[in-house]
């Protein structure tokens, strides 16, 4: 596959955007600050023809308010994607919050390569020339990896942080802002951690203590840093004796393949039973959970069914469970069922209850009955 641009006889122009923007801002910012962005780009690629263009234009073009243009141009100012410069007199706060006077500024497109060969290379600027005084280091300790927006780029060629990104999407149940990206990968490289740990402290921190921030995740990975939580395997087991009930859900759910969604309400209520009531071990569960090989749609539903027949029937571990297969095997091997007596079997029965004595007086007295019956007529 390839992908070609066709050759026009006639040029209409072109609006050349920047591929930071594309492949790093644009996926996840909301549809309508792209379409603001983008147009809002084009007219200032017409030098002093775009003058006469405004906010309100914007908004006519787009089908939007001005109200939602503002708001966009809001968002990308706090990506630095933009700047406001605003006109004298109008940059207060209650100016921005007056409606249509409020866009009374202009707006300055960011060069993203600038912006980010500035943050690539700003460690490694020194003092240059012979007169320049000895580097002498500094008294406070040096500052810790900092992700930059180029590692972000970066991080979406690699498979793994790829997938990663798409979970902790899913989990946060929105999508992560270039920032957070940077803070992810920032975790990753300083504490030299592998990318399933932060997605364990993201599950934690929505799961356990229903908390959708990323700073209170990057606390979460620091506490488990000052407890030596440095790999799946240790804090597997960190997490198994704080509490089995936030791992029993995320080994269900991957036995079952759900790997990118929580439990709901539901279904989390049903696993809780599995524990609390039928005070069933991890073994159990997981044994139930392998008998969903016998139906194309597995659910935690299907699965408290199983767990449920065997409360019921008092199977309570590994061992009575096999033993109760045993037994039902045996108990299946059952004697032939008697055969079902037809009518004439009935009539042939009934027969036996009669003498040839009985059954000659009882053939003459309907024939007496018949003639009787003859002779009236």
């Not at 050349?16 to 492949?23: A, F, Q, R």
């Not at 939007?64 to 966009?72: D, G, P, R, T």
């Not at 599950?203 to 979460?220: D, F, K, N």
């Not at 804090?235 to 009930?245: K, S």
Request: with cysteine; charged share 25%; glycine share 4%.
């Amino acid at each position: 596959m390839a992908f070609y641009i066709e050759n026009l006889p006639v040029d209409l122009g072109d609006t050349s955007v920047e591929n930071i923007y594309l492949d790093l801002y644009m996926p996840t910012a909301p549809g309508d600050f792209v379409k603001v962005y983008l147009l809002g780009y084009r007219y200032a690629q017409l030098g002093e023809e775009a003058k006469k263009f405004s906010h309100q234009n914007l908004a006519n073009n787009l089908n939007m308010s001005v109200k939602e243009v503002l708001a966009a141009w809001d968002y990308w100012e706090e990506r630095n994607v933009i700047q406001k410069k605003w006109h004298s007199g109008s940059g207060t706060s209650s100016d921005r919050e007056s409606g249509p006077a409020s866009s009374s500024f202009d707006v300055v497109f960011t060069s993203l390569k600038q912006l980010h060969l500035e943050e690539l290379h700003y460690a490694e600027k020194k003092p240059s020339g012979s007169s320049a005084a000895p580097y002498t280091p500094p008294e406070e300790p040096e500052p810790v990896y900092a992700a930059s927006p180029t590692d972000v780029i970066a991080a979406t060629r690699d498979p793994a942080l790829r997938d990663l990104f798409s979970e902790l999407n899913k989990i946060m149940q929105r999508p992560l802002v270039p920032n957070e990206h940077m803070e992810v990968i920032q975790w990753i490289q300083h504490y030299n951690i592998e990318p399933e740990i932060v997605r364990q402290a993201f599950l934690y921190a929505v799961e356990q203590r229903e908390v959708r921030s990323v700073r209170y995740v990057g606390g979460i990975i620091r506490n488990w840093q000052d407890q030596g939580l440095r790999d799946p395997k240790a804090l597997a087991q960190h997490l198994d004796r704080q509490g089995d009930r936030y791992r029993m859900y995320d080994q269900v759910f991957r036995e079952l393949g759900f790997f990118n969604r929580m439990p709901t309400q539901a279904e989390a209520k049903l696993m809780d039973q599995w524990l609390d009531q039928y005070h069933f071990n991890m073994e159990m569960i997981l044994k139930a959970c392998s008998y969903t090989i016998q139906t194309s749609r597995p659910s935690i539903k299907y699965i408290h069914g199983i767990l449920s027949r065997w409360y019921q029937e008092g199977i309570k571990d590994i061992k009575s469970l096999e033993a109760h297969e045993s037994l039902k095997a045996t108990s299946g091997k059952t004697a032939p069922k008697e055969p079902k007596k037809t009518q004439f079997h009935l009539s042939d029965s009934r027969g036996k209850d009669y003498s040839n004595e009985d059954l000659e007086e009882i053939l003459l007295g309907r024939k007496r009955y018949q003639k009787t019956r003859e002779d009236s007529e």
